[in-house]
């Protein structure tokens, strides 16, 4: 049985309560002045102003951004989802009515059908190893987007995603059955839950809340910043921290909006979108540790796989790799991540999982 929900309410939930309340009344910000600018930028993301992910673009990448261009580029940032779900901000992108966005790892893996490779279920061991892609891949990535119309200036982190549930603890294989599984992140997610023998809902990320807590599904994996966001851990009775898939989180603008900005700011964001990103990074996993300890402490029942389950469980979602090599992403862009993954992990073998 889990534990029974403490009465004493972490600071942490009722500071982000208090936050979500002010965030309504302000969905959109001004950087910059328009009028003065040579370039205005409209950008939009599903983050709630204030909390969590969009605290840290307020406090490091907006000020960065301001100052490097020097009033040429003013900036209206459209918080909290008022442009619509990721999808519906890509497709405003294409047509010209919002120049910016900064995506969900939903939204990221919606760019291009290649992007997906980076969630591939233990694919990744450590942020270590995310990090070290990230130095030797984003122009590889930013060549992907590139064909889609847009450009990366950053690329952060979703997180290592959580499994939460509201009915059984999932723990092994076994247990993925018992439970309804939410699938929001496309093809590749709803292929590992098949694999592991669930029958996954797909839904759309804004129906994901409401539907939860009607019982339509019991089940899903998240990020604990967006499990905290949404409140529901207070559905949710069991989390497995298990690191079954790492997701990205990109910020993109569209290739035009991108063309048009001087190029001495071109090049200046683009020698800083590492070192920011490391910054923005370093922070917004700090925070993803905070927002999981709290929903643990508020009364969710941390339920970790052992060895032997966790090896059954990349057994049974490994092959994914090969099989939507050639559908999704092509074989060439797995073997070059597989290839710098060999690299970093022969030069710290202490990196490697023990067998």
Not at 203 to 223: K, L, N
Not at 276 to 297: G, N, V
Request: proline fraction near 6%; glycine fraction near 8%; include cysteine.
């Amino acid at each position: 049985m889990p534990k029974p929900r403490t009465a004493v309410f972490p600071i942490v939930f009722l500071c982000l309560i208090l936050l979500a309340s002010a965030a309504g009344a302000d969905d959109t910000q001004m950087i910059g002045d328009k009028d003065t600018a040579k370039q205005y930028w409209k950008t939009a993301t599903l983050a709630p102003k204030g909390i969590g992910y969009s605290r840290l673009f307020e406090e490091i990448l907006l000020p960065v951004i301001q100052e490097e261009t020097k009033g040429d580029l003013a900036l209206k940032v459209y918080w909290g989802g008022v442009m619509g779900d990721d999808e519906q901000v890509i497709k405003k992108m294409r047509v010209g009515q919002l120049q910016g966005a900064g995506l969900s790892g939903q939204g990221t893996f919606l760019l291009s059908p290649e992007i997906p490779v980076l969630g591939l279920p233990f694919l990744f061991n450590s942020y270590e190893e995310v990090d070290f892609i990230k130095e030797k891949m984003i122009d590889t990535f930013d060549g992907i987007v590139a064909k889609e119309g847009f450009k990366v200036l950053l690329w952060l982190d979703q997180d290592f995603d959580q499994i939460y549930s509201a009915k059984v603890p999932v723990q092994s294989a076994a247990d993925f059955p018992k439970a309804r599984f939410i699938t929001w992140f496309g093809p590749l997610e709803g292929r590992i839950l098949e694999l592991l023998g669930a029958n996954p809902v797909p839904m759309g990320v804004t129906e994901i809340p409401s539907s939860m807590r009607a019982g339509v599904a019991d089940a899903m994996m998240a990020p604990a910043i967006w499990v905290a966001g949404t409140q529901l851990y207070s559905v949710f009775r069991y989390v497995n921290p298990i690191r079954i898939r790492y997701v990205p989180g990109f910020v993109v603008v569209t290739t035009e909006a991108w063309n048009g900005a001087p190029e001495k700011h071109r090049k200046r964001l683009y020698e800083l979108r590492l070192p920011l990103a490391k910054k923005f990074c370093t922070r917004s996993r700090q925070e993803s540790d905070r927002f999981l300890a709290a929903i643990i402490s508020y009364g969710l029942k941390e339920v970790k796989s052992t060895p032997e389950q966790t090896a059954k469980i990349k057994e049974l979602t490994t092959p994914v790799w090969n099989e939507l090599a050639g559908k999704l992403y092509s074989k060439a862009l797995l073997d070059e991540i597989l290839g710098y993954l060999k690299e970093y992990r022969a030069s710290h073998p202490q990196a490697c999982p023990a067998k």
